[in-house]
């Protein structure tokens, strides 16, 4: 198993979480709990709202939203209506379930982010969880033009293979499907080839000075070793959660949601040291 995935892929100092490491991803029954408590909560102040103050001020930046490994938008579909109930305007990937080349991923996203920038007439900022951080990560500094922010959620970008020994299974399973024929998987030279060499050399890039980077972790992960989530260039926030669970924790969707606005207050802060 450790030679399906390029040894340069888990650098020195980083490692993959232990079997046992598994059951922590138990936490996500508590963590659906709390956001439907959240939602309920929210409901009825909602209704105990007047119609003229439920609307959230609308933030300017548009977001997509990217899933992780395996997951398709719908995994993210709590953390989108989150969003645009605090008056963020999000969009969907338009991924159906994360197993294609990551490069290939990356090019359809950035058209995607070219049509959402278009039609908003602003930059994107982008969330992505897991895989799709590191897509994220990628889109940033390749397209700065596009992308205002972008926040991760579990994302190994230093070291994308380390991961539990289970995603490498998966990982196994596709790249024999994908030599076998299958259409649209992750093939062998997506994970230890060239193609994999281009995508994790271009999720270490710099990048601009402009786009803001938050870099969201848990120490209880047990599908990813949390040390490869921290970016040294990004501004790295702690959170109690699973992995998967990071996109349904309410905790967490506050932290996101205080984020996305960074990119937005530096912009204005900017704009007025220009005008004084």
Do not use: K
């Amino acid at each position: 198993m450790s030679n399906t995935l390029a040894p340069w892929l888990l650098p020195d100092g980083y490692g993959r979480p232990a079997l046992a490491a598994l059951l922590r991803e138990g936490s996500l029954v508590t963590e659906a709990g709390r956001f439907a408590a959240r939602r309920g909560a929210t409901r009825r102040v909602r209704r105990r709202t007047p119609l003229a103050g439920r609307s959230a001020t609308r933030v300017a930046e548009p977001v997509l939203l990217i899933p992780g490994f395996l997951a398709g938008d719908w995994t993210l579909t709590a953390m989108a209506a989150e969003l645009r109930a605090r008056g963020f305007r999000t969009y969907r990937s338009h991924i159906h379930a994360n197993v294609g080349c990551t490069l290939g991923s990356a090019l359809a996203l950035e058209q995607r982010l070219e049509q959402i920038a278009e039609r908003r007439d602003a930059r994107v900022q982008i969330v992505g969880h897991s895989l799709g951080g590191m897509i994220a990560r990628g889109l940033a500094a390749r397209r700065p033009d596009l992308v205002a922010g972008i926040v991760t959620m579990g994302s190994p970008m230093r070291a994308p293979a380390a991961h539990h020994a289970v995603l490498t299974r998966g990982v196994r399973v596709l790249n024999r499907l994908a030599d076998a024929g299958v259409p649209g998987l992750m093939s062998e030279d997506c994970v230890a080839g060239e193609c994999a060499h281009l995508s994790f050399t271009e999720s270490q890039q710099p990048l601009r000075a402009d786009v803001a980077m938050t870099n969201i972790y848990s120490r209880r992960d047990g599908i990813v070793d949390w040390r490869a989530c921290i970016d040294p260039a990004g501004h790295a926030v702690e959170v109690r959660a699973s992995h998967i669970g990071m996109a349904l924790d309410p905790r967490v969707m506050d932290v996101v949601a205080g984020a996305l606005v960074v990119p937005d207050v530096r912009r204005t802060r900017h704009l007025g040291r220009d005008s004084a």
